[in-house]
């Protein structure tokens, strides 16, 4: 088999309504400014990995349209209870999915979903 010359998932993409209110609330979130902030794109490096905003432009819903990322958290317990404090609604609370992994589901304000998994099997990239 020849070697992919794809290296692994680099970043999530979500569309908002309100690109300057979306920015401070991941900022928030996340605890870090973005690392590239432009009118037409933000992006913020989560430990490696990317998570960019887009103004929402016409005809493109913002919210779900099938794809749910899931962050990783190192404590769930705490990671939850201030992702709901920033005004993200519950889908799914957090669950035991078996050999310590834990994953729950929110709403952003915007729309959009966003999965955190606790899993103490996958390679810390922090």
Do not use: C
Request: charged share 15%; aromatic share 14%.
């Amino acid at each position: 088999m020849k070697p992919s010359h794809f290296k692994g998932l680099y970043t999530a993409m979500y569309r908002v309504p309100d690109l300057a209110q979306a920015k401070a609330w991941y900022a928030s979130l996340f605890g870090i400014e973005p690392y590239f902030d432009h009118p037409s794109y933000v992006g913020f490096n989560i430990a490696g990995y990317e998570l960019g905003l887009l103004p929402n432009e016409p005809g493109a819903a913002t919210g779900p349209g099938g794809l749910l990322v899931y962050w990783g958290v190192d404590k769930m317990s705490v990671s939850w209870p201030r992702l709901l404090s920033l005004g993200a609604t519950e889908v799914e609370k957090p669950q035991d999915v078996g050999e310590g992994i834990f994953v729950a589901t929110a709403r952003d304000p915007f729309g959009n979903l966003i999965g955190v998994i606790e899993n103490p099997h996958f390679p810390n990239t922090a």
